[in-house]
DNA sequence: CTCTTCTGCAACCACACAGTTGCATCGTCG
DNA sequence: CGACGATGCAACTGTGTGGTTGCAGAAGAG
């Protein structure tokens, strides 16, 4: 249930979230919703770079947009995180189940 | 408890869990552990491409080797991804009750 | 002992991408 | 209206890195 309106595949959501400057991005976000140009007052990079960063985590789902006049804020999604970071639970808890068993059947040789 | 000998950041770890091949060999060792060299057979790519991308698995502790004979097997490491799960939910719960916390605050203007 | 095969190291190529500068546009405030 | 500040698009640079080939050393298999 919940289908997930946009499902971006596991790994476009990891390399989205394998870099220092996005994560410096989402923090900022954090502490309330900004437009990229007031992200580049407050990042050590320019708006550019900030915006492209943003395009990314849009991308992904990490991030949404809102309009405020002429500005276009930035708002981030934690569930987005939540979702992969269940994904990854999953798909490790089986991989280490199979690696117990696999010890279980070599025990009992 | 459980002092994590190596704590990769999370941006480490999910820079490791961002690129399509790694996902390749960490399902091929999903079925079981293998060389390098036995890898490189089920996938299309060389044995040294594949051996720089376990050492990045490696490295943040997504793998762990046990030498067999002469040849180095892989195994990978299901509580590795757990634990950056867990992580990253936490820091995508913590936003989005941020988020709840704010819309509530607005509607009560 | 010899041949095979598994490993490691190093150099090299090529593409992706983070970051920059520059310009053009458009809304908004004085 | 004019100026400032916000956005968007495009081109360029440079570094990181995924991938390759090549070679040399060790350890089993015959």
Redesign the interface.
Known sequence: MSPDLVDPS???M???????TR?SILAAL?E?DASASALARRLPVTRQAIAKHLAVLHDVGLVETVQVGREVRY???????????????A?????????AS?KQIAENL
Do not use: K, N, P
């Open positions: 596991v790994v476009e990891c390399s989205a979230l394998g870099d220092e994560w954090g309330g708002r981030v999604v934690g569930s987005g995180l939540s979702a992969t970071a269940r994904r990854l639970d798909i490790g808890v089986a991989w280490d189940r199979r690696l696999i």
